[in-house]
């Protein structure tokens, strides 16, 4: 195994565990990060597409998002989640005793007296992967707002740079992005007639040097 292959399988072990260490998104909050960033914003999902067909796509959506996480401080119990998230203390402390300074190549984290997680509040996190299905990173989504994510980074601390992700991903993620479709054609008629040298006095169109 050479120092990128390394690298990356000691990135994808560090994620993944991290990810195991968060509490499960509920179903409202999997439905809300869904709408925050408008994944089913596509050409397939119209105000006029039957409700079947819209549950299906709002279903495969759902289904892509099993393993939607939150941050620890948001109160899952009531929420329908699967459980209470531990202190982000406590996630440090079981991530720095399994890798210690590995986590110098690993965004998120940053060393100041001790390794620490740059871990946002209110957010749903979703660890985002590589085409070989390793994991590079963790995109955060604050709940409370609309088209905003961010990956999660300790760069402004000394920390690694979050891995970009795949343009698959950004497509995917950046949907709110797209204009939106036009519901008539605008195209100008063919036989329009030509109004030049004329203006619209309020009532009629008249000739500009009548």
Known sequence: ???IQRAAAIRHIVYRDLLGLLPLASVRQTVQFIANLA???????????????RDRIETATKLC?????????????????????????????????????????????????R????LPEGCALHGYRNREGFYTGILCQPLSQINRYFLLSAAAFGGAKALRLEPSDRIYFEQWNRP??????????ANQADLTGFRFNGRRFVEVNS
Not at 72 to 96: H, L, M, W, Y
Not at 115 to 118: F, G, M, P, S, V
Not at 180 to 189: G, I
């Open 180 to 189: 939106a479709e036009p519901k008539h054609n605008l195209t100008a008629p």
């Open 1 to 3: 195994m050479n120092t």
């Open 115 to 118: 390794w620490r997680l740059n």
């Open 39 to 53: 994944l089913v914003r596509n050409h397939d999902y119209a105000p006029n597409k039957a409700k079947p067909e």
């Open 65 to 113: 998002l099993l393993r939607l996480k939150v941050s620890p401080d948001i109160n899952c119990i009531s929420d329908g989640a699967n459980g209470r998230g531990i202190p982000k203390s406590e996630i440090e402390r079981t991530i720095v005793e399994k890798h210690g300074d590995g986590l110098a190549d690993i965004a998120g984290f940053y060393f100041d007296r």
